[in-house]
């Protein structure tokens, strides 16, 4: 054998022999990791993290005498947060379009808590009509004199194929998912930085990590509310910033869904089988305690969500492309399918 074949053939085995074992660690790493998230998504509800804070963090007690100012109080998660937040103690600015709602809601909220009539405002707003929010956030700020945290949770979702959609739903989702949110946001800024202190809670969604068939414009839109506020938080590291990202949560967010022109009627709930499969859904209520620990411990961002959804998640971080290869033959195509179908009867 020539002496440089040798010198090659030599230089292999070594790099072999450490090759391997460190090709079995790899391995060995990513197994233990694949147990991990299953058992973690088979087993709770929220990213480790979170799980770790609800049971060794803070609880929402220290909360307790702090002014929250919720949109989208009216029903469903933000309805579930104001009773959670009165419950700690927090003072409560309830708004949402339907005034006869939030007056029910804050009626709750102070039979259930400690809180006094004085302690929860009506403050009625609609997060598209943007000229009105800095006479919102003056009025809050009259009976209040602060606003310690705001709760950007106004929104409404979307069921309907891409390519049929029309503009002007793309615009909408987007006027009241992205722009409300930063103009609410804004109109109480000047206040927060002037304290030097504010934490702003994004509701987001799993849609603002990864893309939900369907939900085109929904999706975008909770994409573009988590980037803005990241670069936001870094500009702004005196506040600070929450992005929660629940999946499949019981609210009316299916029925308020936007079709695929601003006319189409509502999206009925049944008429879709794989829509919002039963094991993936978390009550509005478990939602809001868990918001409840993210932001008493002032979380930068969380995951609410159980069984796929949170394998899709976690996935997703580290693999995007096989992530989206195994949603497509999981459940993505036959959403698609049975939306077709159910577009046609
Ligand atoms: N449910 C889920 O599965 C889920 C999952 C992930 C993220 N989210 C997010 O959670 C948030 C709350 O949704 P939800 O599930 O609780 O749905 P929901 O029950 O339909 O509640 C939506 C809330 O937004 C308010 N809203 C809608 N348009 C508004 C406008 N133009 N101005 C002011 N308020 C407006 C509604 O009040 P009015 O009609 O009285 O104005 C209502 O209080 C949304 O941002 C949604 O994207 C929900």
């Not at 973690?40 to 005498?65: F, H, I, K, P, V």
């Not at 202190?197 to 573009?224: C, D, F, M, T």
């Not at 936001?232 to 029925?255: D, H, K």
């Amino acid at each position: 054998m020539e002496t440089k074949t040798s010198v090659t053939l030599g230089i292999m085995s070594v790099i072999l022999l450490f090759a391997i074992p460190v090709l079995h660690f790899l391995a060995f790493g990513l197994l233990i990791y694949f147990v991990v998230i299953v058992t973690m998504a088979l087993t709770q509800d929220g990213d480790l993290l979170l799980m770790l804070y609800e049971q060794w963090g803070q609880d929402g007690s220290n909360l307790r005498g702090k002014v929250a100012w919720i949109t989208g109080a009216s029903s469903g998660i933000g309805e579930a947060l104001s009773y959670e937040l009165a419950r700690k103690g927090v003072k409560l600015i309830l708004s949402a379009r339907r005034e006869k709602e939030l007056e029910r809601v804050k009626q709750r909220c102070v039979q259930t808590s400690e809180l006094t009539d004085d302690d929860v405002l009506v403050l009625p707003l609609d997060v598209r009509d943007y000229e009105s929010h800095k006479g919102c956030a003056d009025k809050a700020l009259g009976h209040f004199k602060k606003v310690d945290i705001l709760v950007n949770n106004a929104g409404r979702s979307q069921r309907s194929l891409a390519v049929e959609t029309s503009l002007e739903v793309d615009k909408a989702v987007f006027e009241l998912n992205v722009i409300g949110q930063l103009s609410v946001t804004k109109a109480i800024l000047p206040h927060m930085l002037a304290r030097k202190e504010g934490h702003i809670v994004n509701i987001s969604s799993v849609a603002g990590r990864i893309s939900p068939e369907l939900s085109s414009a929904y999706s975008a839109s909770k994409h573009a509310l988590m980037g803005y506020f990241g670069a936001f938080a870094y500009e702004n590291q005196e506040l600070c910033i929450t992005n929660v990202c629940p999946g499949p949560i019981e609210s009316s967010i299916v029925t308020n869904a936007f079709g695929k022109d601003l006319n189409a009627p509502k999206f009925e709930y049944g008429s879709n089988t794989a829509e919002r499969s039963g094991a993936s859904m978390q009550t509005a209520e478990r939602c809001a305690s868990l918001i409840v620990v993210a932001v008493a411990n002032k979380l930068s961002e969380v995951w609410i969500c159980k069984n796929i959804v949170m394998i899709l998640m976690l996935m997703n971080q580290w693999a995007p492309l096989p992530t989206a290869w195994i949603k497509k033959i999981v459940y993505g195509n036959k959403r698609i399918e049975e939306f077709k179908k159910s577009q046609v009867n």
